[in-house]
């Protein structure tokens, strides 16, 4: 605890400053203030993530699901992302849906999106959700549609 009361702020004041420089602090008030977040521990969840994309006319289509597999053990360490998903399709239909609904909430109405999703049994107790910028250079070429983009991507062996 001694440590991260020393190096904690040194760390701090990197962001402090960008925040100072960027961030609207009258609106944001709280960018700079030394705060927390603490949540819960969730447990016995397992993690998936889809991802998928809207075309130009606001239609979704789903590209990946994927099953975050962990480490043997007790901690929750992630070792492999699998791809496609092992779940069964009725799972993956009530999954997917769940996660277009984040998305559509989030108001992404184009580009690429992707989910991950904490799921225990039916429910989902966490999701984290961003638009998906790794495939950012695609909607630069508004001559070509992603879907066809896509299939031409290197695929990594």
Excluded at 145 to 155: A, F, G, N, R, Y
């Amino acid at each position: 605890m001694e440590k991260l009361r020393a190096e904690l702020p040194l760390l701090l004041q990197l962001f402090n400053r960008f925040f100072e420089r960027y961030v609207d602090l009258d609106k944001y008030p709280l960018a700079t203030e030394n705060i927390m977040v603490v949540e819960e521990l969730v447990e016995d969840a397992e993690q998936h993530c889809i991802e998928g994309w809207f075309d130009s006319k606001g239609n979704p289509y789903f590209w990946a699901e994927s099953d975050q597999i962990y480490y043997p053990g007790d901690r929750k360490s992630i070792d492999v992302y699998t791809t496609p998903s092992l779940l069964p399709r009725d799972v993956l239909d009530k999954i997917e849906e769940y996660a277009l609904q984040i998305v559509k909430n989030h108001k992404i109405k184009r580009g690429f999106w992707n989910v991950e999703i904490w799921r225990i049994g039916d429910s989902f107790p966490e999701i984290h959700q961003r638009a998906g910028t790794i495939r950012e250079k695609l909607l630069l070429q508004p001559e070509k549609s992603p879907e066809t983009t896509l299939l031409k991507q290197p695929v990594l062996q």
